[in-house]
């Protein structure tokens, strides 16, 4: 990816690391995983708004593609995998980019492989490229309130809770529920334990990205 000055010339996450794969996510993908049981289950933290009921999976597919078409971009997606197996273990995501002030939604869903060091490694990389490569200066991360795991991971990285986004969605039931939203600022983590440990645990390889 590249600056956020000239975002418009990226198509694609690309990423060949030491144990994981990254690469743009493609519609194939979704129709592939998306009705996979474990992978449902994840989608339902990493996106609420898709609900199997209400959205046919190719409503999803041309999503993806009208989203790859805008320019400057507000979305990119990514598949992590396994660098050895080449199995799919989960998604990342830079949604809601805002370019002049410099800033994204960032999303993680591991439906296999949690916490492992493919799943490490692809989190160290895209904290990375947005901080480092891209650059943005902040990063914010929607939380359900029960979801304790990803707020436990968050905590982890040094990320701090700054609002609690009241009524924020609607579930699949009809409800509406608290989103708690959490951020990080660039001289955070470039300064963070968490990114020295994840340096040493999980090292990057060099950078490259391609486009279209």
């Known amino acids: 990816m590249q600056p956020p000055s000239s975002l418009s010339a990226d198509r694609q996450f690309y990423y060949q690391g030491a144990s994981c ?3 743009a996510l493609e519609g194939a993908d979704i129709l592939q995983l998306y009705p996979q049981p474990t992978v449902a289950a994840a989608l339902a933290a990493y996106r609420p708004s898709y ?5 046919p999976l190719h409503d999803w597919v041309q999503r993806l593609q009208w989203l790859a078409q805008l320019d400057p971009p507000v979305e990119r ?3 992590v995998l396994h660098r050895s197996s080449n199995t799919p273990l989960g998604f990342l ?4 980019v805002d370019l002049p002030n410099a800033k994204a939604e960032m999303s993680v869903a591991f439906f296999r492989g949690q916490g492992s060091r493919p799943a490490l490694e692809a989190v160290h990389w895209l904290l990375d490229m947005a901080f480092i490569h891209l650059p943005f200066y902040k990063l914010v991360f929607c939380v359900h309130p029960d979801n304790h795991a990803a707020i436990q991971f968050l905590q982890g990285l040094g990320i701090a809770r700054e609002a609690i986004l009241r009524k924020e969605l609607r579930t699949a039931d009809g409800q509406r529920t608290d989103l708690w939203r959490y951020a990080l600022l660039q ?3 470039l300064s963070s334990p968490a990114r020295a440990r994840l340096q040493r645990l999980v090292p990057l390889q060099p950078f490259s990205a391609t486009e279209t």
């Open 21 to 23: 794969a990254i690469r």
């Open 51 to 55: 609900q199997p009921h209400e959205h």
């Open 77 to 79: 997606e990514a598949l």
């Open 93 to 96: 995501a830079l949604s809601a």
């Open 187 to 189: 001289p955070e983590w």
